[in-house]
Structure formats: structure tokens, C-alpha cells
């Protein structure tokens, strides 16, 4: 089975509005609420019938758009702007088409409407990005074939007309052998506000969920951020020996700073925490990564872009820079993310586990976002994941019971239940795949109370 086709019947867009439990700080915003976007799309796909498929993620003010001159409230206008439009796009289309083909049709419009609007890729992304998910769930759903299988078949009819640089026969190679990973490890983040001690700090933290590895936002001031990772590494080597640790400057470096940051790893006051360091994440601002080369700053430690990822040709642009790796997040497109991967396999039969994509998300909440980003993931063979957004996020935050109840029953072995809240279990300090990717559909199993969300204005 390969390139399904099918016709977009409808598409719905919601939000809820999700109150943090503490403030988080990346980059020079500091956050304590944001919406949650949901979409609900019907298709028909043609000799199967119809369904429904449905998704949801965070509205982060200040990451996909960090222009000074907008503020928080702004960029998540233009993030439901970008919703709305692609909407709009996807579902005028009464044309037969693999759901990639949708896909391919809807990015260019959404691409050339956000140049008309001065928006950054990222936020023409977005739109597409969560309409494509909700169309994959519907698409799977009909088929009954779970998401791995439905790449391995390629029932999506994912092609290279998005990455020329890519032979169609690689894709398909490298989609039939994708082989998911039982367990996605949480890679803890710790924010610039987060506090290391005391109750609810990081070492709170290691206790209660079996951390191993660790995300360290740094902030630009070199003098302070190595202070602090100083200190993180003296408290992480006492509770997690053999802790693993990535760090992501969120745009605020430059190159003569993070000199002096990498001399201080090399053989300064971080030379031990050196030695835990996997990769460096997005040092310069997503314009500054595009200026100029690596050149000497590219040695041992492996930098990847995230906020510089705005479209199909970034990864290789930053490949031939001196970057190594590439953020996944399901925000961005899992489109992006799959062919990425192809890439990354391409690569790397010339220079063997040089280059990689991670898997990078911070907000993604629990019930569909958390669910469809993990299973991504998985199935890319990604063993570990910046998930902690149950760190801010308590439970389901304002869902009612009922809702959590629902994705509990879909999915009793990534939820628990403590006193009267179903929230992720993240006690064991990964997230198991099995029920994501063991019943129809885009790891979804349930869907939130519709009737209880705010249509998306």
C-alpha cells in the first residue's frame, strides 16, 4: 500500500487556555500561561470511507516569532493567523490527493502567505503542521494501521518534491525499515529560573521521576551561565554520576562569546561537565546561523539548529556550515522531521553517527500533543526527548476529569492516577510507546470534550 488518496471534508480549530504552575523563562521571555490549540479534520479517503482525525499543541508566545517589536500576545495572534490560513487552504481543496500531497500543496500557499504578512518560517509552519496531523490520525484510522505502519507502508505518499536533494527510492528504503523504540527517555529541562534545590527544584525533580538526562537552558550573559552549569554539575554528579546533558542557548549567544563559553568546557571551570555534554542547540539567533560558517567553533561538541529549522532546505544549509543535527518537534512539521531523518541516514553512510536529529519539546502537554510527538520520536528511533511539560502543566491542567479519564483508559500505561488527578507518568523517567503505537490511528485512542473548548477565532 503506498500514497493513499483522500479528500479533506472538514476542518475544526479550538483553543483552551492553559495556566502554568510556574513560570518558565527561555531566551528573554518569561511564560506562566499559554493557549493550546486543537484541531478536529473529517476526511474520506477513497475506497475506505470516513473518519475523523484530531490533534493539538501549545501556542509558545516569543519562540516561533522572537521580534522584539511584537509582544507575547502578538506572536500568539500570528500563531492562530497561521492556523486559520491553513485551515483555510487545506480544506478548500476538494482535489484527491495523498495526504502528502496536501501537505505539499497547503506549505507553499501557507509559505507565500506568510512572506505576504513578514511572518518567519516557523510560524508558517505551525498551521500546517497541526492540520497535517489531524489528517495522518483520520488517514490511519480508516486503514486501521497504527503510525509506524503507516510510514513503513507510506500510505501517506511521502515523496521528495519538498527535498530535491533527497532520491525517491532512499525515502522509501528508509521509510519500510523504520523500527520505533520501546521507550522515549525524558530529557529533563532545566529553565533559567528553575531553582536547583529546595522543594520543587531540580534535585526534588531527580528524586521524583528517575532522571537521567537533562536539558540546561543557558542565557547569553557567558560569566553567569557558567556559574550556573557549574553548580548544576556539582549537584548532578553527586545524585546522577552518569548523567547525560545537552544545553540550548535559545538564540542568545554569538560567536565571540560562545568562544569563551567552549574554552571554559574545554579546559576551564567546566572541564568536568564537559565530559556529560552531548550537544550544543541553537547557539546564535536564526538569522546569525545562516551569516557565516562554523568554521574553528565546530570541534568535538555538536551543534544543531531548532528556531533556525523555518523550511525543507535549513538542515542541509546548516549542514554545510558545520552543523550536525536538527531538532524534531511535531510544532514544526513530522513531515520535516521524517525527511530530516532520510537525511541524517544519507549523511552518515559517508561519516558514520556524525550527524542526528533530537527530539526537542518543552511544552508538549499531556493527551494529544505529548502522545503524537512521543510516538514521532519512537518511531524515528530516538531513545530520549526534551518532555517535562507536565513540569508546568499539573495533569490535564483545565480539562475536566471526564477528558483525562478518556485518554487514561486509551492509554494506561503512559497516564496514572494519584489522589483525584490523572496526570503522565513520568516516575520511571520514560514514557513507553507501546499503546501509541499498537491500535489505529495517530496515537491519539481518545479526544478532548470539544464542547468545552473555545472555537478559534
Known amino acids: 500500500m503506498s500514497g493513499t488518496r483522500l479528500r479533506i471534508v472538514e476542518i475544526q480549530t479550538f483553543e483552551r487556555p492553559m495556566r502554568f504552575a510556574r513560570p518558565f523563562r527561555f531566551g528573554l521571555v518569561t511564560v506562566d500561561e499559554a493557549p493550546q490549540a486543537f484541531v478536529r479534520a473529517v476526511v474520506e479517503v477513497e475506497g475506505a470511507g470516513t473518519a475523523t482525525g484530531v490533534t493539538a499543541e501549545m501556542m509558545m508566545p516569543k519562540w516561533f516569532d522572537k521580534n522584539p517589536a511584537k509582544s507575547p500576545q502578538d506572536t500568539i495572534a ?19 490527493d495523498t ?17 505576504d504578512h513578514g511572518l518567519p518560517g516557523l510560524v508558517a509552519s505551525y498551521g500546517p503542521a497541526l492540520i497535517d496531523k489531524a489528517v495522518a490520525d483520520a488517514l490511519l484510522n480508516v486503514l486501521r494501521l497504527d503510525f509506524a505502519e503507516g510510514l513503513r507502508r507510506n500510505v501517506f505518499g511521502i515523496d521528495a518534491r519538498q527535498t530535491p536533494d533527497l532520491a525517491e527510492e532512499r525515502i522509501r528504503s528508509f521509510l519500510a525499515d523504520v523500527r520505533p523504540v520501546g521507550d522515549v527517555q525524558l530529557r529533563h529541562t532545566v529553565g533559567l529560573l528553575d531553582s536547583l534545590d529546595g522543594a520543587g527544584g ?75 555534554l552531548l550537544y550544543i542547540e541553537q ?14 567553533l565546530a570541534g ?5 539548529i531548532d528556531e533556525a529549522d523555518g523550511d525543507y532546505d535549513s538542515f542541509p544549509r546548516a549542514v554545510a556550515l558545520g ?33 542526528f536529529v533530537s527530539a ?20 524515528l528511533g530516538l531513545t530520549h526527548a526534551e518532555r517535562n511539560g507536565h513540569h ?19 492509554h494506561p500505561d503512559l497516564y496514572r492516577k494519584r489522589g483525584d488527578r490523572i496526570g503522565l507518568a513520568f516516575e520511571r523517567g520514560s514514557l513507553p510507546t507501546a499503546s501509541l503505537l499498537s491500535a489505529p490511528g495517530f496515537a491519539s485512542g481518545a479526544e478532548p470534550d470539544w464542547s468545552s473548548l473555545i472555537p478559534l477565532a
Open 323 to 355: 552543523y550536525r543535527g536538527v531538532s524534531s518537534k511535531a510544532c514544526k512539521g513530522f513531515y520535516k522531521s521524517v525527511l530530516n531523518a532520510v537525511r541524517v541516514s544519507v549523511l552518515n553512510e559517508a561519516q558514520p553517527a556524525r550527524f
Open 360 to 379: 526537542e519539546d518543552l511544552t508538549c502537554q499531556a493527551g494529544l500533543g505529548i502522545q503524537q510527538d512521543t510516538a514521532l520520536v519512537a518511531t
Open 99 to 115: 495526504a502528502f500531497g496536501h501537505h505539499a500543496r497547503g506549505f507553499s500557499a501557507q509559505k507565500m502567505w506568510a512572506a
Open 283 to 296: 547557539p546564535f539567533d536564526r538569522a546569525g546561523t545562516f551569516a557565516a560558517p562554523l568554521d574553528d
Open 78 to 96: 500570528d500563531l492562530k493567523a497561521s492556523l486559520d490560513e491553513a485551515a483555510g487552504n487545506y480544506a478548500q481543496s476538494q482535489d484527491w
Open 202 to 276: 531540580l534535585e526534588d525533580e531527580i528524586r521524583l521521576a528517575n532522571l537521567k538526562l537533562f536539558k540546561i537552558k543557558i542565557g547569553g550573559d557567558v560569566e553567569a551561565d557558567i556559574a550556573r552549569l557549574a553548580a548544576i554539575h556539582d549537584l548532578l554528579s553527586r545524585h546522577v554520576p552518569d548523567y547525560r546533558a545537552t544545553l540550548d542557548a535559545n538564540e542568545q549567544y554569538d560567536p565571540p562569546r560562545l568562544r569563551v563559553l567552549l574554552q571554559a568546557l574545554s579546559g576551564g571551570a567546566l572541564r568536568a561537565f564537559r565530559d556529560h
Open 300 to 304: 568535538e561538541i555538536p551543534f544543531i
Open 392 to 410: 508546568y502543566v499539573e495533569g490535564f491542567g483545565p480539562a475536566q476529569a471526564a477528558e483525562a479519564a478518556r485518554f487514561l483508559a486509551a
